[in-house]
């Protein structure tokens, strides 16, 4: 993996989702490359390098909107946004990381608002309060098929739009990113913890979408990321009306994995206050306690829709037997792992040292497991 701090896994990976995301390496050599060097640097000085990096594309943003080049603003406001998103990733609760999270739903707004960005915000309401949401559909007259993309311990559904942008949009199908228990505004504005029966607010999202006349409700696939494969083979395994499960990153046991890094020292400093924020309770032991709940060695022979796992061989995040466990034990008779190599590239978490190739597999596999009425012609090779 491409360390932009060698030696520092969690500031690295950061750097890393951030250009999966659509960042700058220059921006970042600019505005990070001063801690890489300072033997002192802190969490005070990472918070305030990503919020420059995120302003400075603001000011421009806002130069291009007076000039009327309103894509290209709309361009800088989405990458300011996934700059304030990923500078508070490292940060504990508090002021600073309240004010990165509003700047970053800020900047997501002004992008969709003037730039050429074709969302729709949707609300669902659920047991859990109202989900949150952005619907990404093809352009087409018929209704399409949809697949739910759930983010990871810390990811929000603006950072998800980042990654997944239209990608699977041109391939016919309906992408809807959402923040659930757990994650994005409900941990951080209503502080709603994760839950380990994901199939509920699954149902209330799926009950949303069968009220639609532009989606074709009938047909839904889960998509996890990262810890989302989770809540995605959770989804499968107890909501019947799913109809295809992607995990991106094979899951097995939370609680033994989180156990396992803990001893390893991984993560520690930001875990200390993490695992307990996001699982609603009040130490790292109580929350070991929750996550051992959230295992799915009972659940993978109950998911019997059409799977893929895709996992990195050098994934330091779930280690790759994790996804051969999940492989061998899910119940589908559909089913494939695809397991990318350092040779190859994309070995890491999510492939962010290369994540292009995982994402259009999954697109890829999902057209072919939905019915996409009318798939976007394949481009034909000419020779001149």
Not at 16 to 44: E, K, V
Not at 93 to 103: I, M, Q, R
Not at 195 to 217: F, K, N, Q, S, W
Not at 351 to 376: E, F
């Amino acid at each position: 993996m491409f360390e932009f701090f060698p030696g520092n896994h969690a500031w690295s990976s950061t750097v890393n989702l951030a250009l999966m995301a659509g960042g700058s390496i220059g921006d970042m050599h600019r505005w990070l490359g001063p801690l890489r060097d300072a033997p002192a640097a802190d969490l005070d000085a990472w918070a305030a390098a990503w919020a420059s990096m995120a302003h400075q594309q603001e000011l421009l943003a806002a130069a291009d909107v007076k000039a009327g080049y309103l894509a290209t603003a709309g361009g800088r406001y989405l990458r300011a946004s996934v700059y304030h998103a990923c500078g508070q990733r490292q940060i504990p609760l508090g002021p600073t990381k309240s004010e990165s999270y509003a700047a970053a739903l800020q900047a997501f707004g002004n992008a969709v608002d003037y730039g050429n960005i074709s969302v729709e915000r949707i609300h669902v309401d659920s047991p859990d309060g109202m989900l949150p949401g952005y619907l990404i559909a093809p352009d087409a007259a018929e209704p399409r098929p949809v697949v739910i993309v759930y983010g990871g311990l810390d990811l929000t559904k603006e950072l998800l739009f980042a990654v997944v942008g239209g990608t699977f949009a041109r391939r016919g199908i309906t992408c809807l990113v959402i923040d659930t228990p757990g994650t994005g505004e409900l941990i951080r504005l209503r502080g709603v913890p994760t839950r380990p029966d994901y199939e509920v607010p699954t149902a209330a999202i799926i009950d949303h979408l069968e009220t639609r006349h532009d989606v074709d409700g009938r047909h839904v696939a889960v998509l996890g990321i990262s810890f989302g494969g989770y809540y995605a083979a959770r989804a499968a395994a107890f909501e019947p009306r799913v109809s295809g499960c992607v995990t991106w990153a094979g899951h097995w046991d939370s609680g033994a994995l989180w156990r396992r890094r803990w001893s390893e020292g991984a993560d520690g400093e930001p875990a200390s206050w993490f695992l307990p924020w996001v699982t609603g309770t009040s130490s790292i032991e109580a929350a070991f306690t929750k996550l051992d709940r959230l295992t799915l060695a009972e659940v993978w022979p109950l998911v019997k829709q059409p799977l893929l796992i895709v996992h990195g061989e050098n994934d330091r995040e779930i280690p790759v037997a994790d996804a051969h466990r999940a492989f061998a034990a899910a119940g589908a008779d559909d089913k494939r792992l695809r397991i990318f190599t350092a040779e190859e590239g994309g070995a890491e978490h999510m492939q962010t040292d290369d994540p292009r190739p995982a994402l259009d597999l999954i697109s890829d596999w999902l057209a072919l497991h939905l019915p996409v009425a009318v798939c976007p012609p394949v481009a034909s090779l000419r020779t001149v």
